[in-house]
């Protein structure tokens, strides 16, 4: 689709050629300056981890944006009119799904009268699809357990073989949308794997001496990373998933980590490290800071950076 459309020419176009030209070069000069030109198929990811995935696969034939930035808490991203107007020109929309963005995304989409990214059509990608999520709910679920989510933990991107798995499926769907590149988007996702698939080594080997190694998160962002790499979580500073720490459960949770001898508290960027500083002092675990996303702290620009950093800070302690 041709971004700026050829302009009919006008039925007074003799008469008024040098005005009609002037203003449709002064408006297409706008246009162009109000919206740069954007190559390849256009890509909006809700979290810079589904970016960063995508730009992996997708290369030199898409452009990629994203809407929650990797320091914010996913969970609650203010719903912005520039956002929609990112999405009004989107071909793809890529989500996490499992309910993260429901408080956010579907109005997004609404405001953006995009047709092509509505759930159901070949433009909206939920990468839940992808992956089997942990902690899925049994039973009946309501507000008293917390802000439990019905399909399961929605923060699988933290084990990188969920990484692999979404760029897996992301790749399937650019060769749709896109299938002279198809080619390409094979190479590029044969590339990002091998580098996966190697710095899975190292993570492994570097993390080796901490398996079995009990720890608290502050939500459960880190349940699947835990999964990946064995260790064990034995419980979280909210006292409910969504629920801020009180001091009451703190204590408790200082109790716990002294009995387990917890040996971190893994704290994300979003949320304050002094809630857990108790828990810390009270037992000997270390609180660390951890980012939890790619774009949560500094020099984590990548969905590899991302566990690299990781793994440098729980092995390093700081
Ligand atoms: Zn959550």
Request: glycine share 8%; net charge neutral; proline share 8%.
């Amino acid at each position: 689709m041709p971004l700026f459309p050829r302009a009919p020419r006008s039925p007074l176009y003799p008469v008024f050629s040098r005005y009609v030209l002037t203003s449709l070069f002064a408006f297409s000069l706008s246009a162009a300056l109000a919206q740069p030109a954007l190559a390849g198929v256009n890509v909006v990811a809700t979290t810079q981890d589904l970016a960063s995935l995508t730009e992996a696969v997708g290369g030199s034939n898409v452009t990629v944006s994203y809407i929650a930035r990797g320091d914010l808490d996913p969970h609650f991203i203010d719903a912005k009119p520039s956002y929609m107007v990112k999405l009004s020109s989107a071909n793809l929309l890529i989500a996490v799904g499992l309910d993260l963005e429901v408080g956010w995304l579907p109005s997004l989409v609404t405001g953006s009268r995009n047709p092509k990214i509505v759930a159901g059509s070949l433009g909206y990608l939920d990468a839940s699809t992808a992956i089997k999520p942990i902690e899925v709910p049994s039973g009946s679920i309501d507000r008293s357990q917390g802000d439990l989510h019905p399909g399961g933990n929605p923060h699988y991107w933290m084990n990188p073989e969920n990484g692999r798995k979404v760029a897996r499926l992301i790749e399937q769907r650019l060769e749709a949308l896109d299938a002279a590149h198809a080619a390409d988007y094979k190479a590029n996702l044969a590339r990002f794997e091998a580098t996966l698939t190697s710095k899975e080594a190292q993570w492994t080997a570097a993390l080796a001496p901490f398996r079995g190694s009990a720890v608290i998160g502050y939500h459960p962002t880190f349940d699947y990373f835990a999964d990946a790499y064995g260790l064990k979580v034995v419980g979280f500073v909210e006292p409910k998933p969504g629920i801020p720490p009180t001091p009451k459960h703190s204590l408790e949770l200082a109790g716990i980590a002294r009995a387990e001898g917890v040996k971190f508290v893994f704290v994300e960027p979003y949320h304050n490290p002094e809630d857990a500083r108790s828990i810390g002092s009270n037992s000997g675990a270390k609180v660390l800071s951890m980012p939890t996303s790619v774009g949560g702290m500094t020099g984590v620009n990548t969905y590899t950076d991302l566990f690299d950093t990781l793994v440098r800070l729980i092995t390093t302690g700081k």
